[in-house]
């Protein structure tokens, strides 16, 4: 510790009030929106002012009647889906303020990156989204691609399309099953959706030899070829998965309960999403025409025919739908994937697993994860291990709306609200 | 007619009922102890050393003389968690193929902290080790008992065959190779020195 002289304390106290007085917070980054700093009772600032040009909805006034009530929700609460904590201030049934708080997983995750080597970051990219792995991989796996210059062979892209689709449909299949879950159906339609998802993780667990902490793509293509006998067991599977979307429709879209419970709930407007960063099936929800797939045809997506299916009102209804239409396309993409799968080698030849340095320099590696957009970020300075590594989780910044999405709904829509923005902590807090 | 509704539905329940004693596509339950599932092929759980039975250098015990790891360290240096301690020995023992190397004095890995990645296994360029399918390893000391020293971790080919097959003959017919060509170029070595020998003119009264 250095010791500071006491004449220099005082000039130090001096600048620090001097900041403070001219309006701007010593760190740049004051309590956003005119929000209590973080210890300070959430309803005690309520203002009916939000800034313009936004499109978020106006604050509601508490009616005046009765005192406002704070609740924690979370973090060990059953409808967070891991430690997530929501501060709720209510009024009667109403939510007037809500103010997520996250952080009780963080790993370190990028800062353990930035101390290994390239490859040893990939198992840990297993653990940022557990639901779905084989995406992490895809897209930590594109990143040090672009970084490299390495390029992936035919039949590694088609693996990785059947592995991710196969990924997108078992995530939404168990999304939906959670979904239905908090809306009070505990057990049965999440059990429909984990019958599912079991032959889909035997699928990965025959592949790779792990249900989950897959650790499958390699840069430069994957690890370990399909057999023949899998990729026939992985046709079986898929030629089931037809009638398990028409029997999840037919119990489900058109139940009197869940529409009475989702629709008109937790609307998000278009204008409002692309504002704030959503992506994945939130942001096409509410109608926005956007799939990375389509974008950036990352893969051989470009050559596969599907279509993007959007919704119109952006609530919670509506995320529903566009998860079990996107399992129908997800279906359509997994035949033809399954049907073209050419033979060949499935690793770049002159691809090494390790001992090796990137030349100095940048790259974005994205894809469409179920969940939204996932980007890996990594600045390389011809290191061994990448010199910045970042994530963009689609789950937390899916998230910062849900405020916007929850005003003025009861307490018990809201822990539908964020069961349709559809999170994993392990990403949220990395 | 009135309950009809009622009775249908009771039909369709009686059905699933008797449905789930008879229908092998719902029997689904496993009775773990004593029932298990087979284990996949590519499953894994935590890392082993693999040992050669047939190759024996005298006064060394079986595991150790056969045992692959020369001791190289990249697994201790890839290893993301940094689960594995490897300690270099002084002295050198003769491999399978017959060349004097370096041996692991200590290896030591630490299961309460691998994840089980198999990165170890990826970038081992001795086949040395493998990844095991025994998942039953719970134990009464949470310390000593999950880390697991060189002797614990070692296991023969045998049993590498036996939880693996088609990987364990794929590494065979590699490390196979490996050993014809070292054998040819001793051999060819060998054949050097002799037509070396053989040019010059005899000194010794033994040629």
Same mark, same amino acid.
């Given at each position: 510790?250095?010791?500071?002289?006491?004449?220099?304390?005082?000039?130090?106290?001096?600048?620090?009030?001097?900041?403070?007085?001219?309006?701007?917070?010593?760190?740049?980054?004051?309590?956003?929106?005119?929000?209590?700093?973080?210890?300070?009772?959430?309803?005690?600032?309520?203002?009916?002012?939000?800034?313009?040009?936004?499109?978020?909805?106006?604050?509601?006034?508490?009616?005046?009647?009765?005192?406002?009530?704070?609740?924690?929700?979370?973090?060990?609460?059953?409808?967070?889906?891991?430690?997530?904590?929501?501060?709720?201030?209510?009024?009667?049934?109403?939510?007037?303020?809500?103010?997520?708080?996250?952080?009780?997983?963080?790993?370190?995750?990028?800062?353990?990156?930035?101390?290994?080597?390239?490859?040893?970051?990939?198992?840990?990219?297993?653990?940022?989204?557990?639901?779905?792995?084989?995406?992490?991989?895809?897209?930590?796996?594109?990143?040090?691609?672009?970084?490299?210059?390495?390029?992936?062979?035919?039949?590694?892209?088609?693996?990785?399309?059947?592995?991710?689709?196969?990924?997108?449909?078992?995530?939404?299949?168990?999304?939906?099953?959670?979904?239905?879950?908090?809306?009070?159906?505990?057990?049965?339609?999440?059990?429909?959706?984990?019958?599912?998802?079991?032959?889909?993780?035997?699928?990965?667990?025959?592949?790779?030899?792990?249900?989950?902490?897959?650790?499958?793509?390699?840069?430069?293509?994957?690890?370990?070829?399909?057999?023949?006998?899998?990729?026939?067991?992985?046709?079986?599977?898929?030629?089931?998965?037809?009638?398990?979307?028409?029997?999840?429709?037919?119990?489900?879209?058109?139940?009197?309960?869940?529409?009475?419970?989702?629709?008109?709930?937790?609307?998000?407007?278009?204008?409002?999403?692309?504002?704030?960063?959503?992506?994945?099936?939130?942001?096409?929800?509410?109608?926005?025409?956007?799939?990375?797939?389509?974008?950036?045809?990352?893969?051989?997506?470009?050559?596969?025919?599907?279509?993007?299916?959007?919704?119109?009102?952006?609530?919670?209804?509506?995320?529903?739908?566009?998860?079990?239409?996107?399992?129908?396309?997800?279906?359509?993409?997994?035949?033809?994937?399954?049907?073209?799968?050419?033979?060949?080698?499935?690793?770049?030849?002159?691809?090494?697993?390790?001992?090796?340095?990137?030349?100095?320099?940048?790259?974005?590696?994205?894809?469409?994860?179920?969940?939204?957009?996932?980007?890996?970020?990594?600045?390389?300075?011809?290191?061994?291990?990448?010199?910045?590594?970042?994530?963009?989780?689609?789950?937390?910044?899916?998230?910062?709306?849900?405020?916007?999405?929850?005003?003025?709904?009861?307490?018990?829509?809201?822990?539908?609200?964020?069961?349709?923005?559809?999170?994993?902590?392990?990403?949220?807090?990395? | 007619?009135?309950?009809?509704?009622?009775?249908?539905?009771?039909?369709?329940?009686?059905?699933?009922?008797?449905?789930?004693?008879?229908?092998?596509?719902?029997?689904?339950?496993?009775?773990?102890?004593?029932?298990?599932?087979?284990?996949?092929?590519?499953?894994?759980?935590?890392?082993?050393?693999?040992?050669?039975?047939?190759?024996?250098?005298?006064?060394?015990?079986?595991?150790?003389?056969?045992?692959?790891?020369?001791?190289?360290?990249?697994?201790?240096?890839?290893?993301?968690? @940094?689960?594995?301690?490897?300690? @270099?020995?002084?002295?050198?023992?003769?491999?399978?193929?017959?060349?004097?190397?370096?041996?692991?004095?200590?290896?030591?890995?630490?299961?309460?902290?691998?994840?089980?990645?198999?990165?170890?296994?990826?970038?081992?360029?001795?086949?040395?080790? @493998?990844?095991?399918?025994?998942?039953?390893?719970?134990?009464?000391?949470?310390?000593?008992?999950?880390?697991?020293?060189?002797?614990?971790?070692?296991?023969?080919?045998?049993?590498?065959?036996?939880?693996?097959?088609?990987?364990?003959?794929?590494?065979?017919?590699?490390?196979?190779?490996?050993?014809?060509?070292?054998?040819?170029?001793?051999?060819?070595?060998?054949?050097?020195?002799?037509?070396? @020998?053989?040019?010059?003119?005899?000194?010794?009264?033994?040629?």
């Amino acid at each position: 510790m250095t010791e500071v002289a006491p004449q220099e304390r005082d000039e130090l106290k001096f600048k620090d009030s001097q900041v403070r007085e001219s309006g701007s917070p010593p760190h740049g980054r004051g309590p956003a929106r005119g929000e209590p700093g973080p210890g300070a009772p959430i309803h005690s600032g309520i203002t009916a002012e939000r800034p313009e040009g936004w499109n978020r909805p106006a604050l509601i006034q508490p009616s005046g009647d009765g005192e406002l009530l704070e609740v924690a929700m979370g973090p060990h609460h059953p409808s967070t889906h891991g430690v997530f904590r929501m501060d709720v201030a209510l009024d009667g049934e109403r939510v007037i303020r809500l103010r997520p708080v996250f952080g009780y997983l963080h790993r370190n995750h990028e800062k353990i990156a930035e101390g290994v080597s390239y490859l040893a970051s990939m198992p840990y990219t297993d653990r940022l989204d557990y639901i779905c792995p084989m995406t992490n991989n895809w897209a930590y796996a594109l990143a040090v691609e672009k970084l490299t210059g390495q390029e992936v062979p035919e039949r590694a892209e088609y693996l990785r399309v059947i592995l991710g689709e196969l990924t997108r449909f078992q995530n939404h299949a168990s999304s939906i099953g959670f979904l239905i879950q908090e809306m009070g159906a505990s057990g049965t339609p999440l059990m429909y959706a984990f019958r599912e998802r079991e032959k889909i993780l035997d699928l990965f667990e025959s592949l790779t030899g792990a249900r989950m902490m897959v650790n499958y793509m390699r840069f430069g293509g994957c690890r370990v070829d399909a057999s023949p006998a899998w990729l026939d067991e992985t046709r079986k599977v898929v030629a089931g998965l037809p009638e398990f979307v028409d029997e999840f429709d037919r119990l489900l879209s058109s139940n009197e309960i869940l529409m009475a419970r989702t629709q008109g709930v937790g609307v998000l407007k278009a204008d409002l999403a692309v504002n704030a960063g959503v992506t994945g099936p939130m942001l096409r929800a509410s109608g926005v025409n956007y799939d990375i797939r389509k974008v950036d045809g990352y893969g051989i997506y470009n050559r596969i025919n599907f279509r993007v299916p959007l919704g119109d009102h952006g609530d919670v209804y509506d995320r529903f739908m566009i998860r079990l239409l996107e399992m129908r396309e997800s279906i359509t993409i997994l035949t033809q994937a399954l049907k073209d799968i050419p033979a060949g080698p499935v690793m770049d030849p002159k691809a090494k697993l390790r001992g090796f340095r990137p030349k100095p320099g940048e790259a974005y590696g994205r894809i469409e994860a179920p969940k939204g957009e996932l980007g890996f970020y990594l600045i390389s300075d011809g290191g061994p291990n990448p010199y910045r590594y970042r994530i963009r989780p689609p789950s937390l910044i899916n998230l910062t709306v849900l405020e916007d999405m929850c005003l003025g709904h009861d307490v018990a829509d809201v822990v539908l609200i964020f069961g349709s923005v559809d999170i994993v902590l392990g990403e949220v807090d990395r | 007619m009135l309950g009809e509704g009622i009775l249908k539905g009771m039909a369709e329940t009686a059905k699933n009922f008797v449905g789930s004693f008879f229908s092998a596509q719902r029997l689904t339950t496993v009775q773990y102890p004593e029932q298990r599932i087979a284990a996949y092929e590519a499953a894994r759980v935590f890392p082993f050393l693999v040992y050669d039975t047939e190759n024996r250098d005298g006064g060394w015990p079986e595991w150790e003389a056969g045992l692959r790891c020369v001791a190289c360290q990249i697994c201790e240096k890839e290893c993301p968690p @940094k689960c594995i301690f490897i300690e @270099k020995s002084k002295d050198k023992k003769l491999d399978a193929n017959g060349k004097a190397q370096f041996y692991p004095a200590r290896f030591d890995i630490d299961i309460s902290v691998c994840m089980s990645c198999q990165i170890c296994v990826e970038v081992c360029p001795f086949e040395a080790i @493998k990844m095991d399918t025994q998942f039953e390893l719970s134990t009464e000391d949470r310390f000593g008992g999950l880390l697991l020293d060189c002797k614990q971790l070692a296991k023969p080919n045998e049993y590498y065959h036996q939880i693996h097959p088609s990987d364990a003959a794929e590494v065979d017919g590699r490390l196979a190779e490996g050993r014809a060509k070292a054998d040819a170029k001793v051999t060819a070595g060998a054949l050097a020195a002799a037509q070396k @020998k053989a040019a010059e003119p005899p000194t010794g009264a033994g040629n």
